[in-house]
């Protein structure tokens, strides 16, 4: 199935979680934040919510520095 990620179509596996989503992508869930249709999703609810097709998936990655 298709979803746009960070403004880019991609192929996802039917049920994909966003746990999961992020884990394909090798990114750390301590510092990213999510937000599937607008809406940004609480941590705790990565692995429950399934995307689904057409879904829009913004991942914004935390970098620190000094």
């Known amino acids: ?17 966003v ?13 990213i934040a999510v937000e599937v249709n607008r809406d940004i999703l609480p941590r705790d609810q990565y692995g429950e919510h399934q995307l689904h097709e057409g879904d829009v998936v913004e991942i914004v990655q935390f970098i620190g520095g000094g």
């Open 1 to 17: 199935m298709r979803v746009m990620l960070n403004g880019e179509s991609r192929n996802v596996r039917e049920g994909v979680t």
């Open 19 to 31: 746990d999961e989503l992020v884990r394909d992508l090798g990114l750390n869930q301590r510092r």
